[in-house]
Every structure is written in C-alpha cells, then in structure tokens.
C-alpha cells in the first residue's frame, strides 16, 4: 500500500552542522516529540557505510513517532535501510527514473524552482514538492531565491502538496501566507535553537496559520470585571478589536467598578482546570494569555494543564500588584506563580512594582530595569518585558531576553482612565503572536494600540475609568 505524506506542516531536515552538542539523535528527538510531521536525514562528505548506519538510527525514531522517514538525495541508502521515501533535487536522477528504483507505494519528494519544473515533476511521479529557497540560507548560498509570486504559480500549477525550502525561520515564516504551501522544511530554526522543544512547537503553530484560513484563536485565563475595564472583559474586547476568536477561563469573579474592588469569589481550581480542558479539546487556542490567579492552588492547577496541552504561546501578566503599590497576592500563591507559571511562559509582562518582588530590588531608573531583568532572568529564561509606565521620567518599556535590552519607547498620554491598561496591553501582545508576528512586534504594535486606546480619551465612570478597545472601528 502506497505511503501517503498526511502532515508536512513541519517537515525537519537533519543537518549536524547545525547540531548543538554531541546529542544529536537526542536533539532530532526532542523535534519529533513536539511536532516535527516529516522527517528528512541528510548527510554529506560521509563514507556509505556510516550514512547507512545514521539512516538505520534515525529510522528507529521515526517509527516511534510515527512519522514518515525520507533519506535526501541517496537512493541507494533509502532502498537499503526501507525508509519511507527519498528526496532528491534537479541534479540528481530523474523523477522517473528514481520512481522506478523506490517503487511505487514509497514516498518521493522533488525540489523545484519553475513552474515547468514542478508540472514535470508531478507528470513523472513526485508525490510532494519542495520550492525554493524561498529566502537567503546559509546552507545553500548558491542556491537562488524563488519569489513568492512563483512558489504561489506553482502551488496553483500542481495538484501535489508543496513544502517551502530555505531560510525559513520562526520572524518570515508568515509570509508565505496566502501562497498556497501546505508546510515548511527546516534546519537551523530548530537544531541551531537553544531550546529545541519550544522552537518546534512555535514553528509548528506558526506552519498551521500560516496555511490555514481559520481567524487566530486566544484564550484568557483570568478573572471577570464586571464593570468591564479589566479582566476577561477586558481581554475578549481586545482580542475582538485585533481580529481574534477570543474564549475564556474564568479564575474569579469580582464586585468592582472604576472607584474600586468590592468583592472577591475565587473559582473552585477542579472547575478552571475543567474550563480549560473544554476549550483545548474543541478549539485549541493560537496563544494563551494569564492574568489574575489569586491563589496558589489555582496556579498550580493552570500550570498542570498548560504543561499538557503545550500551547505555543503564553503571556503572563504576573497581577500581583495594584496600581496603588499593594500586594495583591498571599506569598504562597506569589512563590507558586514565580516557580511554576512563569516559567512557562513565552512573555511575562511585569509592571514596575511586580518587576521589584520579582526581583527583590527597588526600581527607580532605566538603570535599575536592566538590573532587575538580569535577576529574573536567572529564573526565568523567557521574554521579560518590564513596563516602565510608572517612572518618573519616561514611561519606556523594557524587552530583556538572553542578556540583551531593547528598549520601547512610550508616548506618556495624560490620561488619569487608564483601567486595564495592563489586560489590555498582555491580551494584545498574546493576539499578535496567534496571528503569527514576532514578540518583538507583537510587543510594538501592542504599545501601539494602548496608545491609541488612552488618546481616544473615553471617560466613563466616577474613579479611573477604562480605556476604549473599540477606538479603531469608531473612526
């Protein structure tokens, strides 16, 4: 029976040039695991013998994970080892030919760059294409680039799924949306990354947008306002405003308006926990975002089902201060939300005071930012973004991660409604990584937005009133 490529969403190419450490079968391990769909072994300069004996190892993992195994270019090493296909380029054997050798249910997979190319290819028995490169790589600087008005030719040309080739990487891979590619194939956005299981999953998220035609899907995990400035509400309006699918789970329910919070009633942790598996196991979310958990057996019920389903992105928003400076959280729940939640997360979004218990340190500057980023990233190996909102002489934020500052600056609107400002500006980041922008731009044009929101200078209520979400759609 022919073997059919289901999934090429992420399609790996093995490349040990690229490998970090001596644990390579470990790393193409770790991919696989979280969501590599096909995988390729490429060798090059090696004696046959030895690419027979890496083709028989890496085939083992493939039939663990159940994922289709294709050898690049060597025909000879994919009959021998009875992998599932082979892959060849326009330099190797011809598609009919190579057919011929590998049979008729084997996978056979052909790079092309012209649409004449890929008609012929498909003419002659390729199961699957593979364009480009698509942008620069460093693996094959000889090879030249395909526009995106040729790859999306050929994906209307061909009745063959087709698999974008070269330097694909986790900020370009949303523009190839609309050509009509079905996948990605890449080597250094996951084998030259430092944590490999997130960069697969981000890749493999990011891959399923970036075919698909669904609207982007964000879910909160947070309490209710009722007056409607904060919390979930806060967040669905803004997901609404960028486009998104917004859903809910609800940790609490609070009595509070603009002059102030009247009541507190926290969720059961067994009734979240339900929530949240109700909305991943019918429509699973593009990003998550966290706001208010207030206690620590409800943090550390989010956090158990997070490390379940592995959503690809998270936002924390650590609520555990007022405006005012007061704590908001019991130091158990404080400890739980720094050792099992945040960690997690691909974003946290600390205001200055959080910044400070997270930190153990006063912040008073720019200078202390930095210093404090530096503490929290000794526990937390994320994207740290410490809002400077609350600065004397700037109201900049600060994006730290893997030891380099990057420095927002912020327009101070005077402005005394500013409730949510927080919700909003975590919920915003969240929605622009589920429709696939970097953290960097997602974090820019996020600030973009809160900007605008506090300029339209809605004024409703008695204290600190809200922000207007709508702002855009009442031009």
């Not at 001596?22 to 979280?34: H, S």
């Not at 990487?169 to 084998?191: F, H, P, T, Y």
């Not at 964000?218 to 609404?240: E, F, N, P, R, W």
């Not at 990057?406 to 915003?428: D, P, Q, Y």
Request: net charge negative.
């Amino acid at each position: 029976m022919k073997i059919k490529p289901r999934d090429l969403s992420l399609y790996l190419v093995t490349d040990r040039s690229w490998s970090q450490g001596d644990n390579f079968v470990g790393q193409v391990e770790a991919a696989l695991q979280n969501g590599v769909s096909i995988l390729q072994l490429r060798e090059k300069l090696v004696e046959q013998e030895l690419f027979v004996a890496r083709a028989q190892e890496l085939k083992g993992l493939s039939i663990q994970y159940q994922v289709p195994y294709i050898i690049n270019d060597d025909v000879e090493v994919a009959v021998q080892v009875d992998a599932d296909g082979v892959h060849i380029g326009q330099s190797d054997r011809s598609v009919s030919v190579t057919r011929q050798m590998i049979g008729e249910d084997k996978i056979l997979g052909v790079s092309t760059q012209t649409v004449e190319e890929a008609i012929l290819a498909e003419k002659e028995g390729a199961d699957y294409l593979g364009v480009g490169a698509v942008f620069p790589t460093a693996t094959k600087s000889d090879a030249s680039e395909v526009s995106y008005e040729t790859l999306q030719a050929i994906c209307q040309a061909v009745s063959i799924p087709v698999v974008a080739i070269g330097g694909i990487s986790r900020d370009n891979v949303m523009e190839l949306k609309g050509s009509g590619v079905q996948g990605i194939a890449v080597i250094s956005a996951i084998l030259a990354q430092p944590k490999i299981d997130r960069a697969t999953r981000e890749l493999k998220e990011l891959s399923r947008k970036m075919a698909s035609k669904e609207m982007p899907k964000v879910l909160t995990i947070a309490g209710s306002d009722c007056s409607g400035g904060a919390g979930i509400q806060a967040d669905l309006k803004t997901m609404a405003a960028h486009g998104c699918y917004g859903m809910s789970a609800i940790t609490a329910l609070t009595a509070q308006n603009t002059m102030g919070v009247y009541g507190v009633v926290n969720c059961e942790p067994d009734f979240v926990e339900n929530q949240i598996d109700c909305i991943f196991q019918d429509i699973r979310p593009d990003a998550v975002k966290i706001g208010m958990v207030s206690s620590a057996e409800i943090i550390r019920s989010v956090a158990r089902k997070l490390k379940a389903y592995q959503p690809a992105f998270i936002v924390v928003d650590p609520v555990m201060v007022a405006t005012s400076g007061s704590k908001l959280l019991a130091e158990e729940a404080m400890d739980a939300l720094k050792r099992e939640l945040i960690p997690l997360a691909t974003v946290i979004t600390p205001n200055l005071y959080e910044a400070e218990l997270l930190a153990g340190m006063k912040i008073s500057s720019s200078e202390d930012m930095i210093l404090a980023a530096e503490i929290i990233e000794s526990f937390y190996s994320g994207n740290i973004l410490i809002k400077g909102g609350h600065l004397d002489d700037c109201a900049n934020d600060l994006l730290f991660v893997n030891g380099e500052a990057i420095w927002f600056e912020g327009k101070r609107v005077e402005n005394s409604n500013t409730h949510g400002t927080g919700c909003t500006l975590s919920s915003a980041i969240a929605s622009n990584l589920a429709k696939g922008f970097t953290v960097t731009e997602s974090i820019r044009n996020s600030k973009a937005y809160i900007t605008g929101a506090l300029e339209d200078m809605l004024d409703l209520g008695q204290g600190s009133g809200p922000l207007n979400h709508q702002y855009q759609t009442m031009k």
